[in-house]
């Protein structure tokens, strides 16, 4: 396997593979790809976009992550701004790298691709502190929440609910640059 530093373009041209590895590890229907496929479209355009990307020996897209600098009016920045305090705001959402997307297809978990992914996402990032959002899980049992604190990602924000989602994320937050 290699990983790559993708531009906008090469995340572009293989949408549709990074459609399905996404839909593979979070487990989502076909249906909510379609909504999925216009955000990323918006998103490659965004200052400070920075994205990764592994490939099989074959060129099978295995995992790819994404991110870009978090700014007031994107949707994602905006609800977690609202749920911060002044304080937890200015620290948190000044000069910050949002890593939107990391993801690996199943098979391929639990083999070192998400953290090597993570590193080079954190190394090519923008910003002063890095933020994410993830699903409320077991912190002993979950694979992405104990890839997130052996990055050292700190708790800012837990039990979280965006709009239109039924689970609970925790928002998790780190200084960057990565060492």
């Not at 080079?120 to 049992?141: H, I, K, N």
């Amino acid at each position: 396997m290699r990983l790559l530093l993708w531009t906008p373009d090469d995340l572009a041209r293989r949408l549709d593979d990074v459609l399905t590895v996404y839909s593979e590890a979070m487990g989502y229907p076909a249906d909510l790809l379609a909504a999925r496929r216009g955000y990323i479209a918006t998103h490659l355009r965004r200052p400070g976009f920075r994205a990764v990307a592994t490939l099989a020996t074959d060129g099978a897209l295995v995992g790819f992550g994404y991110g870009y600098s978090s700014a007031p009016g994107q949707w994602w920045h905006d609800q977690v701004r609202g749920a911060l305090d002044p304080q937890a705001r200015e620290t948190w959402l000044t000069d910050c790298f949002e890593v939107v997307e990391l993801h690996v297809r199943p098979a391929a978990q639990g083999h070192g691709v998400g953290a090597r992914q993570l590193t080079a996402l954190l190394r090519a990032a923008p910003g002063s502190r890095t933020l994410l959002s993830t699903p409320e899980a077991d912190e002993a049992t979950s694979r992405a929440w104990r890839l997130y604190r052996r990055f050292n990602f700190v708790d800012v924000l837990r039990n979280f609910y965006f709009p239109g989602d039924a689970r609970a994320f925790a928002i998790l937050g780190r200084e960057l640059p990565l060492r």
